[in-house]
């Protein structure tokens, strides 16, 4: 494909001059052209479910996932905050259209670029949101990857990371997989990381090892012998998961494991331990402290549900 910046209209373009800070207007003409690849704003329609099977774009959103995930600050937080409070919604709608066979698409690669971020956490809270690990039980339940092994590493990130969100937003009550799919997602996962064994022998070893170790994870969680807080290969950093600790990382207060009480008021997608700490990382934060129209819709009540 060619620059993403070709299939930003020029009348886009021009909606965007209103933005005074350079910074700002770049990451949203990014957003648009995006939105734009990805017929978000047909999110949901025929002709959008159909794009799962295009293998340009496919290729152009695995290489692009990589490339929005390692943005540094303050371009790649700018970037993150604007798709997800415009577009989140969009993007797991066009998700969900996609056949359940189709676990590798466009929209779940760029839905792992945005795992990590605090705006992605919230809305998993949101109805919307709470259907994501519902539909990726089912569809890894009943389906292998259809296209290259290597996909399974993104699949099961993704799988895990809203385990993870599940988790922490029923006051830490572990997410109830239906025992309808329990035994086909355990078989699953348990080929996989099989598979990853065999490989590891012959190539890759180090990259390997992160998909067997992810695997592992998954399969323990499912056992009941794993808690989500030591899940995502992050051992002790996993307690400063988005909405889990405070969003302040210079002090690694987090590594207290105690939760935090105060949110960002205004765009209620971090949390921090206390007002010291808030305004020590607004220098940070104020970059992407953008409230999404969608967090209202937001359910912070610990209620477990069945998956």
């Known amino acids: 494909m060619d620059d993403e910046m070709d ?3 020029q009348k886009e373009l021009d909606e965007t001059e209103y933005i005074a800070d350079p910074k700002q207007r770049s990451a949203q003409r990014s957003v ?20 799962h099977s295009d293998p340009i774009l496919k290729t152009f959103m695995f290489t692009k996932a990589y490339e929005i995930y390692a943005k540094p600050w303050p371009a790649g937080d700018i970037l993150h905050a604007r798709f997800c409070s415009q577009h989140l919604p969009a993007l797991a709608q066009a998700y969900k259209a996609t056949p359940d066979s189709r ?4 929209y779940s690669f760029m839905m792992v670029s945005l795992l990590e971020k605090g705006h992605f956490a919230s809305f998993t809270r949101t109805p919307e949101g709470k259907e994501l690990l519902h539909i990726q039980v089912r569809r890894l339940a009943n389906h292998d990857v259809e296209d290259k092994i290597y996909h399974t590493f993104h699949v099961i990130e993704l799988l895990n990371f809203l385990i ?3 988790y922490y937003a029923q006051d830490q009550v572990n997410p109830v997989i239906n025992p309808e799919y329990l035994p086909g997602l355990r078989a699953r996962c348990e080929g996989w990381r099989n598979t990853y064994y065999g ?3 012959a190539y890759y070893a180090a990259r390997n090892q992160r998909v067997v170790d992810m695997l592992t994870e998954t399969i323990e969680f499912l056992d009941d012998t794993r808690s989500p807080t030591d899940m995502l290969r992050l051992n002790e950093v996993g307690k400063h998961m988005p909405l889990a600790s405070c969003g302040y990382m210079k002090s690694e207060c987090w590594r207290s494991g105690d939760v935090p009480t105060l949110a960002c008021s205004k765009c209620k997608c971090v949390r921090y331990c206390s007002p010291e700490h808030q305004k020590a990382d607004w220098r940070y934060h104020k970059v ?3 409230t999404p129209p969608w967090i209202l819709r937001t359910d912070s009540e610990g209620a477990a549900s069945v998956l």
Not at 34 to 50: D, H
Not at 103 to 106: C, G, I, K, N, R
Request: net charge positive; charged share 5%.
């Open 7 to 9: 299939i930003v209209t």
């Open 32 to 51: 648009i052209s995006l939105a734009n690849r990805l017929q978000l704003q047909n999110a949901g329609s025929v002709s959008t479910a159909n794009l």
């Open 103 to 106: 676990l590798a698409t466009p």
């Open 164 to 166: 993870v969100y599940a």
């Open 199 to 201: 490989y590891m022998q």
């Open 288 to 290: 992407a402290c953008i």
